[in-house]
């Protein structure tokens, strides 16, 4: 991930962030893994990932916050969502959105590690898949992340995910 796909990630969570105030209602779990919930007119990433994906590649950033259809819901996978809060449970959480996936840290150490880092954590489909997740991170002192790092901590993340599955598919 560049540095302006980073900062263009970390402007859009902001903005989400600050859209989806505005309001949703929890409708529950779905049958195959996923949650799903329900929002208002004015919450920012309505739709399926694909009509989502094709609003973000408009051109501008408002073209992810346009919807068609107000009443369409966003899909989280739950897995993925409860994985990110496990592998990064060593940050301190700032801001939890499930309506629209976004999880956002604040600064901390790795176990073992002495450089802080914070995380921004979008889980953008219903699926357990490597294209559903994207973390962003930034160490505290403004320097660039290793690329490496970051695929480092996404393998972990759906690591975790598919054992939490594995785990519910045996009760």
Sequence with gaps: MTLANAARLALSGGMILILAACGGNSTGTGGSGERTFATGQ???LLGTAREREARAKSGTIW???????????????????QASLEVLNFLPIETV????????TGYGRPPG????YRATIYVQDPALEA??????????????????????????????ARQLRIRDSRL
Aim: aromatic share 6%; hydrophobic share 40%.
């Design 131 to 160: 294209r559903s997740l994207r973390v962003s991170l930034q160490s505290q002192g403004g320097g660039a992340v290793a690329p490496e790092t970051v695929r480092a901590v996404e393998d972990a993340i759906l690591t975790r």
């Design 113 to 116: 590690g002495g450089r802080a």
């Design 42 to 44: 004015n919450s920012p």
């Design 63 to 81: 073209g992810m916050f346009r919807s068609e259809d107000p009443n369409v819901t966003v899909e989280v996978n739950k897995y993925l969502w």
């Design 97 to 104: 959105d499930p309506f629209t996936g976004v999880i956002v």
